[in-house]
């Protein structure tokens, strides 16, 4: 089955530093991943689409310079987030859609979970 | 999503029947889902149904759709312990895969 890892699934980081998260796609490819953050109880807020070898496409209200996202290839999409501070702490799931599936199915990663001190 | 309502909590006994409800605003929806999450981790698609059908029936799953009311249910059949978690109703626009979420439910079953 379609398969979408994370890593990391958890990181720790001072304010003022910037985190990496990875998505990847392991068995299928994926020219449109998408970057959601989750905040404790509440709903998958979307926050980019990211498409393969093009700009990401952002939210209204969600900052590119803050939240960088990078889809190098048709199995890797990033999310930089830059000069981390605490109100950045939150759970980050990736979906990626199967550039073969026959409907609009996203496959989901298992999260981040990012905390900043 | 402020388009996609459903209730917050539901608490079921093991091997009872669960229903969870869901609302959407979007008559064009295309595609409706139901997700599954389990505690610190993503989401798992359980099944979905597209817009043109009223119902869909996968093993313990059963999923009903009445599009004129624009309302969305999963029933889950004999409800087990590991049936608890957070499970998220969701839909998509005709020519968008973007999803639109709603707030979850969660469900706890009780021994």
């Known amino acids: 089955g379609a398969v979408v890892s994370q890593h990391p699934s958890r990181v720790i980081c001072k304010s003022g530093t910037s985190v990496k998260i990875e998505c990847r796609s392991l068995?299928?490819?994926?020219?449109?991943m998408f970057w959601y953050r989750q905040f404790p109880k509440q709903s998958l807020m979307l926050m980019a689409t990211s498409n393969e070898g093009s700009k990401a496409t952002y939210e209204q209200g969600v900052e590119k310079d803050k939240f960088l996202i990078n889809h190098a290839s048709l199995t890797l999409s990033t999310l930089t987030v830059t000069s981390a501070h605490p109100e950045d702490s939150s759970f980050y799931i990736c979906?990626?859609?199967?550039?073969?599936?026959?409907?609009?199915?996203?496959?989901f990663g298992p999260g981040t979970r990012l905390t900043v001190l | 999503g402020e388009d996609v309502e459903q209730s917050l909590f539901l608490s079921v006994r093991e091997g009872d029947s669960s229903v969870i409800n869901c609302t959407y605003t979007?008559?064009?929806?295309?595609?409706l889902y139901w997700y599954k999450q389990e505690p610190g981790a993503g989401l798992q698609l359980l099944t979905y149904i597209f817009s043109n059908m009223d119902m869909k029936q996968d093993q313990r799953l059963t999923v009903l759709l009445n599009k004129k009311d624009k309302h969305l249910s999963l029933r889950i059949a004999d409800t087990q312990t590991g049936d608890s978690a957070i499970y998220f109703c969701?839909?998509?626009?005709?020519?968008?895969?973007?999803?639109?979420f709603g707030a979850g439910t969660t469900v706890t079953v009780r021994a």
């Open positions: 979007d008559s064009s929806s295309t595609y």
């Open positions: 969701a839909e998509t626009p005709p020519k968008g895969s973007k999803l639109s």
């Open positions: 979906s990626a859609r199967d550039v073969g599936g026959a409907y609009t199915e996203q496959f």
């Open positions: 068995d299928f490819q994926a020219t449109t």
